[in-house]
């Protein structure tokens, strides 16, 4: 019998299952707290279970360990990881520091299929999506890393390769599992989903009135420049995408922030900022700002950075809330998919 990722389950999925296997309900609490607390590595280090319990729970799931093929630490002090998942796959995940803590970036799928062309996650497709267990694992193991600098990871961001709402299901389990205050307790408001625009799952999403932070990749103001970059423009183009966040704004009374990476020549106008600004008026929003990191594999080239602030400042001028976002492990190519780019190219020396 295929072996359960034991990090896949949620509290009350625990719960359930203890019943189904004659145990009682308050082993969830105590197996919760060796996962994501004590954060053991193995079945056997869970000692307050009876042996029986252990032995059900070895017959019936694993620790499917992230091996790390690869890790860097910025100067800044951002680290990113290449993991291997238990099948050979390599993933990455990446740690950011900031004033107010520790956060962490991670996959939901190996590559991705959107096909954003200033995006190396996608150059090869995507291979397959992650398990929630796959997901939690990566939070799991930066802890670990922090733990030995008596560190927290105290935010998550939901950014890293794949488009999470193309693997909708296990990034909520996800988001249940990390958030459970018995185990590694990340609020809600701490947890950040970012997708490139899906609006079916916009609305699923909008409707479990969670107050998780939600993000849109939008890079364009216009459909015909978007569809460019994004070719998910084409299925959900920019008019029914703002209709999906008005949805999410007025169901949750929360704010979108827009990701929009300007990229040199292509998106980073004056007129875009103007045509940006108006497409998203009346919306209660905030847009990042991501000088883009140049990405080998494409064409695409840095914004100056007097147009940088320029392009700001228009928006500032329309009264839209507006930030750059702070580069971060810019010498460790910590741009989404870069390292795992190019450790498919070295693999198959492409
Ligand atoms: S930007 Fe995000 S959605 Fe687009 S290809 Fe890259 S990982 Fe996928």
Not at 314 to 331: A, M, P, S, Y
Request: net charge neutral; charged share 25%; with cysteine.
């Amino acid at each position: 019998m295929e072996k359960t990722n034991i990090y896949d389950l949620t509290f009350e999925e625990w719960e359930n299952w203890l019943k189904e296997n004659q145990e009682p309900a308050y082993r969830a609490k105590q197996i919760f707290d060796w996962l994501y607390v004590k954060r053991v590595d193995s079945i056997e280090q869970m000692t307050n279970l009876s042996k029986t319990l252990r032995q059900k729970l070895e017959d019936q799931f694993e620790f499917q360990a992230l091996h790390t093929l690869n890790q860097h630490t910025s100067q800044d002090g951002t680290v990113k990881f290449l993991f291997q998942l238990y099948d050979g796959h390599a993933i990455e995940t990446v740690i950011m520091r900031h004033d107010y803590g520790n956060s962490v970036c991670v996959t939901t799928q190996v590559g991705c299929k959107m096909g954003c062309t200033f995006c190396a996650s996608t150059l090869g497709g995507v291979a397959r999506n992650l398990t929630p267990g796959e997901i939690v694992a990566q939070v799991v193991e930066s802890q670990k890393i922090l733990d030995k600098e008596e560190g927290r990871v105290s935010s998550i961001v939901v950014m890293g390769s794949g488009e999470p709402f193309d693997n909708y299901e296990p990034t909520i389990q996800f988001i249940r599992i990390v958030n459970d205050n018995r185990g590694l307790n990340i609020g809600q408001r701490h947890i950040t989903v970012s997708t490139s625009g899906i609006i079916p799952r916009i609305y699923d999403f909008a409707n479990l009135k969670w107050q998780v932070g939600f993000a849109v990749s939008l890079h364009a103001p216009n459909d015909e420049l978007r569809t460019r970059l994004m070719p998910i423009n084409r299925k959900y183009p920019l008019k029914k995408l703002m209709e999906a966040c008005h949805y999410y704004v007025n169901t949750t009374n929360r704010r979108i922030t827009f990701e929009y990476a300007l990229m040199g020549n292509v998106n980073d106008q004056d007129e875009h900022a103007e045509e940006l600004a108006n497409l998203i008026k009346d919306l209660k929003c905030h847009v990042n700002l991501i000088p883009v990191n140049h990405v080998p594999e494409r064409d695409y080239v840095r914004t100056p950075r007097n147009q940088i602030f320029n392009f700001k400042k228009i928006l500032e001028k329309h009264k839209v809330n507006v930030t750059i976002r702070r580069e971060q492990g810019g010498d460790i190519e910590a741009a989404c998919g870069q390292l795992r780019a190019k450790h498919i190219k070295h693999e198959f020396k492409l």
